[in-house]
């Protein structure tokens, strides 16, 4: 089946907008070119895999995306992004996204239904649609992409964890060679009373690769890469900093610590509690190499005090953050075989919190 590729949308201004999410429900916005002296955040995150539009169908063609946009708990949490394309040149295209639902489920390379190693939470088969949302408004060759709402990543060191919206099913995979697939299908029925430019039919999205794992650092980017984190966290904004953090959790290289111990100087509880994470997936990733400078990381952050450990209204609430802190460094350290974390975890126990004291002890005991 050939796919028909509607034209690439940055050589048709001014008519085009990409749009994050509440943008996209509220209808159409025109953004002027951004300047600014400072680095800035990426918008809509590079698909790791390829992403094919739909046919046509009624003038509309759509598409999904699949993006690794961190790494939470040794697990790549991946973001979909919907896109649609208006190939029409009515004034308007209406899809009524309060009615609209996409089913999506996972399949192999042969379109056959794959369960076997994923693990499911969540509602069974779903819609990443809500029932209230205002109709989506695309001008004529116009095109919106909206990040769908993503997350749960709780389960640790899978090879991917898909969320496909706020409340619907939450994919856990399990480390494979196999290809895998997401297949998604849209369909929205004709609506009474219509109006003209008021959009109806099936749409069923060419299947896209879900891409699972971590991939080694690409040596043609890696410095650059380096180099955009560190203007990130240079700018000493939180905001920045965890995304700078996030990208360099993508790298899976021993190389970025260095960045992650600049970032976790910055007095903010969000970017040391990422950065702690991140060196307990490189201490669990990496169990033979030498990991001298994550230990170090560690180790420092078991010593985090209330005035280190961010905003805080008062001492106690000061004191209460520091610990929940030094209780993530007790967890990423049980989940380590490597002898110094085992060593540190000891020392641990001597925590001036109790619960942080328990915590270690407990895992002793455990492992």
Same mark, same amino acid.
């Given at each position: 089946?050939?796919?028909?590729?509607?034209?690439?949308?940055?050589?048709?201004?001014?008519?085009?907008?990409?749009?994050?999410?509440?943008?996209?429900?509220?209808?159409?916005?025109?953004?002027?070119?951004?300047?600014?002296?400072?680095?800035?955040?990426? $918008? %809509?995150?590079?698909?790791?895999?390829?992403? +094919?539009?739909?046919?046509?169908?009624?003038? &509309?063609? *759509?598409?999904?995306? /699949?993006?690794?946009?961190?790494v939470y708990n040794g697990s790549p949490l991946i973001q979909a992004t919907v896109s649609f394309w208006n190939g029409t040149y009515e004034p308007r295209m209406s899809i009524a996204w309060r009615v609209g639902?996409?089913?999506?489920?996972?399949?192999?390379?042969?379109?056959?239904?794959?369960?076997?190693?994923?693990?499911?939470?969540?509602?069974?088969?779903?819609?990443?649609?809500?029932?209230?949302?205002?109709?989506?408004?695309?001008?004529?060759?116009?095109?919106?992409?909206?990040?769908?709402?993503?997350?749960?990543?709780?389960?640790?060191?899978?090879?991917?964890?898909?969320?496909? $919206? %706020?409340?619907?099913?939450?994919?856990?995979? +399990?480390?494979?060679?196999?290809?895998?697939? &997401?297949? *998604?299908?849209?369909? /929205?029925?004709?609506?009474?009373?219509?109006?003209?430019?008021?959009?109806?039919?099936?749409?069923?999205?060419?299947?896209?690769?879900?891409?699972?794992?971590?991939?080694?650092?690409?040596?043609?980017?890696?410095?650059?890469?380096?180099?955009?984190?560190?203007?990130?966290?240079?700018?000493?904004?939180?905001?920045?900093?965890?995304?700078?953090?996030?990208?360099?959790?993508?790298?899976?290289?021993?190389?970025?610590?260095?960045?992650?111990?600049?970032?976790?100087?910055?007095?903010?509880?969000?970017?040391?509690?990422?950065?702690?994470?991140?060196?307990?997936?490189?201490?669990?990733?990496?169990?033979?190499?030498?990991?001298?400078?994550?230990?170090?990381?560690?180790?420092?952050?078991s010593r985090i005090g209330p005035a280190d450990a961010g905003r805080a209204t008062n001492e106690k609430v000061a004191a209460e953050v520091a610990s929940v802190l030094r209780q993530s460094v007790v967890q990423?350290?049980?989940?380590?075989?490597?002898?110094?974390?085992?060593?540190?975890?000891?020392?641990?126990?001597?925590?001036?919190?109790?619960?942080?004291?328990?915590?270690?002890?407990?895992?002793?005991?455990?492992?």
């Amino acid at each position: 089946m050939r796919i028909l590729h509607p034209p690439n949308p940055l050589t048709t201004p001014p008519v085009n907008a990409r749009l994050g999410w509440a943008a996209a429900v509220a209808g159409a916005v025109f953004h002027a070119p951004l300047m600014a002296a400072e680095p800035v955040l990426a $918008g %809509t995150p590079a698909p790791d895999t390829p992403c +094919e539009w739909s046919r046509p169908v009624n003038g &509309l063609s *759509a598409r999904i995306c /699949l993006s690794r946009i961190a790494v939470y708990n040794g697990s790549p949490l991946i973001q979909a992004t919907v896109s649609f394309w208006n190939g029409t040149y009515e004034p308007r295209m209406s899809i009524a996204w309060r009615v609209g639902a996409i089913d999506f489920s996972i399949v192999d390379s042969h379109g056959a239904p794959v369960t076997a190693g994923i693990n499911v939470d969540g509602m069974q088969g779903g819609s990443i649609m809500s029932g209230r949302d205002p109709p989506l408004i695309l001008p004529p060759h116009g095109e919106i992409s909206i990040p769908i709402p993503g997350g749960g990543g709780v389960a640790r060191d899978k090879a991917a964890v898909l969320q496909l $919206g %706020t409340f619907p099913d939450i994919y856990a995979f +399990e480390p494979t060679d196999r290809p895998l697939f &997401l297949h *998604a299908v849209f369909e /929205l029925h004709k609506q009474a009373p219509a109006e003209r430019g008021d959009w109806s039919g099936r749409i069923v999205f060419p299947d896209v690769r879900i891409p699972l794992g971590l991939t080694s650092a690409n040596p043609a980017t890696f410095a650059a890469t380096l180099a955009e984190a560190d203007a990130l966290i240079a700018t000493g904004d939180p905001e920045k900093t965890i995304a700078a953090v996030d990208r360099l959790s993508l790298l899976n290289d021993l190389r970025v610590v260095p960045l992650y111990m600049k970032a976790f100087a910055l007095s903010d509880y969000s970017v040391k509690f990422r950065v702690i994470d991140n060196l307990g997936a490189l201490l669990r990733h990496f169990p033979k190499a030498n990991l001298d400078a994550v230990m170090a990381g560690l180790t420092q952050a078991s010593r985090i005090g209330p005035a280190d450990a961010g905003r805080a209204t008062n001492e106690k609430v000061a004191a209460e953050v520091a610990s929940v802190l030094r209780q993530s460094v007790v967890q990423v350290l049980a989940g380590s075989s490597n002898p110094d974390a085992r060593k540190l975890l000891m020392t641990m126990q001597s925590d001036p919190d109790e619960k942080v004291r328990d915590l270690a002890g407990r895992y002793l005991k455990e492992h």
